[in-house]
């Protein structure tokens, strides 16, 4: 336990400021200077008081603001601790970006390339309204994009889009009328859960086990529900980091064809894995929309997406929905994504970014050693989940409050019963020491966790 300075006593005798205020500046002084540092142990209110000559009440605002400032944390029944210094940047962890590569080289020719597709164009070509799906050359080049995963991937069934969210839009206004359902998975992406609610489209949530959605709930679902779609985001699932076995894949794909059940294949992670099974899209052409892009595997910046259509017919349809939903994607946006596929710096920013975030799962797999955690070596976000009871918006709060950003696990429920656990992003602005020192942040605040007495019960302050 950490044993007050007498400096405490003379400022509280000399200063003329509410107490309760000078005793939390005191604490965040004594963190500044190194005296307190992260999990010394306060003394408790009442010792705290006595000692101090105050009343209780005083010490317990102390307290409260201390807290409030981020100072410290309390604990039922553990006691009141230091935090310590929060990081100078904030680990901003909630928002499922890819990392940023520091590769001069590599970044130099992004730069050149984006110079050279704006100095070798016709400005005017680019400032006018496109053909609706994208033109000729940019549907060849997001063919050539996707057959590294859709070998018999076809241009004329391809359409660019201005980021996979506005395709997901696209795809559920087309497929669904409000009060119809679609099949999803129980913990799926929340921007699935936003669009159905903005269209009145219900979900349904098929549980999940450690090889993907089940496939037997799924039948039932197309037996008594009629869905009019299954969403599956198969590869490496936001937020749980699953990649659906090739046994579930084709389980899931043998009820879709049997009752005539559209499927919308959302693979925005796909480009990061080296080896995955064979996509939906493979397995089930002539019923599945393949759509994936370029937020995950180059930068959520670049507002280029693509869908592959079963047919030509659907492909018209759903240009029709684009059209409707978002005009066209950016003529310049998809300029500049087809150079890049098509001088190879799409590739290569891809294969960079997959060395990143392999880097970075073995920090998190030092820092998070001994704790059950999913994740997958080639992506860059895992998911943690907490002991028992925990109640999981306090820690998420509690681990804003030092400056990592974590996402509550009901912001992927799609049954209402979400579990107790956090997904949290290794990528953005933040580099490797600052991804560090947030993992480091994380594994004190689980161990915190894991350490509250009545075994799991315990609030995370």
Not at 406 to 427: E, I, K, M, N
Request: charged share 20%; hydrophobic share 45%; net charge neutral.
């Amino acid at each position: 336990m950490y044993k007050l300075s007498p400096h405490w006593l003379k400022q509280l005798k000399t200063v003329d400021k509410p107490a309760y205020l000078l005793i939390a500046d005191l604490i965040a002084e004594g963190v500044h200077n190194g005296q307190l540092v992260a999990r010394d142990r306060l003394p408790p209110l009442r010792d705290l008081a006595v000692e101090l000559e105050l009343n209780y009440t005083t010490v317990a605002r102390a307290y409260a603001e201390a807290r409030k400032r981020g100072l410290i944390d309390s604990h039922a029944g553990m006691g009141t601790f230091v935090r310590g210094r929060t990081p100078a940047r904030s680990a901003e962890m909630t928002m499922n970006l890819p990392p940023e590569i520091e590769d001069p080289l590599l970044l130099g020719k992004l730069r050149e390339s984006a110079a050279a597709v704006l100095s070798g164009s016709d400005i005017h070509a680019l400032l006018r309204y496109q053909d609706f799906g994208g033109t000729p050359a940019d549907r060849a080049a997001g063919a050539l994009w996707l057959r590294q995963r859709l070998p018999a991937c076809r241009a004329e069934l391809t359409m660019v889009c201005p980021g996979i969210q506005s395709a997901l839009v696209a795809l559920l206004s087309q497929l669904a009328r409000p009060g119809e359902l679609i099949c999803v998975e129980s913990l799926s992406y929340p921007g699935i859960k936003a669009i159905a609610a903005q269209l009145g489209v219900r979900l349904h949530a098929l549980p999940l086990d450690d090889e993907g959605p089940d496939a037997d709930a799924f039948e039932e679902a197309c037996k008594t529900l009629a869905p009019k779609a299954l969403y599956c985001n198969p590869t490496i699932l936001n937020p749980t980091t699953l990649t659906v076995s090739q046994k579930r894949r084709e389980a899931l794909v043998d009820v879709a064809l049997r009752f005539a059940v559209p499927i919308i294949e959302d693979d925005a992670y796909a480009m990061l894995l080296r080896q995955m099974p064979a996509p939906l899209a493979v397995l089930a052409p002539a019923l599945t929309y393949y759509v994936t892009g370029f937020a995950k595997c180059l930068g959520a910046g670049l507002r280029a997406a693509y869908i592959h259509a079963p047919g030509l017919r659907h492909a018209e349809r759903v240009a029709g929905a684009l059209r409707a939903t978002t005009v066209m994607a950016s003529p310049i946006t998809n300029r500049l994504a087809t150079q890049w596929i098509n001088d190879g710096t799409a590739g290569a920013m891809a294969q960079a970014i997959r060395k990143e975030s392999m880097a970075r799962q073995e920090i998190a797999a030092r820092r998070l050693a001994g704790y059950a955690y999913q994740a997958q070596p080639e992506g860059f976000h895992l998911w943690l989940p907490l002991p028992n009871e925990t109640n999981v918006p306090d820690f998420a709060a509690h681990m804003r409050a030092q400056g990592v950003g974590v996402v509550s696990s009901a912001a992927f429920s799609t049954d209402g019963d979400p579990p107790p656990a956090v997904r949290v992003s290794l990528g953005g602005p933040i580099n490797r020491d600052q991804c560090d020192a947030a993992l480091h942040l994380l594994g004190d605040a689980l161990a915190d966790a894991l350490a509250a007495p009545h075994g799991m019960h315990a609030r995370v302050m």
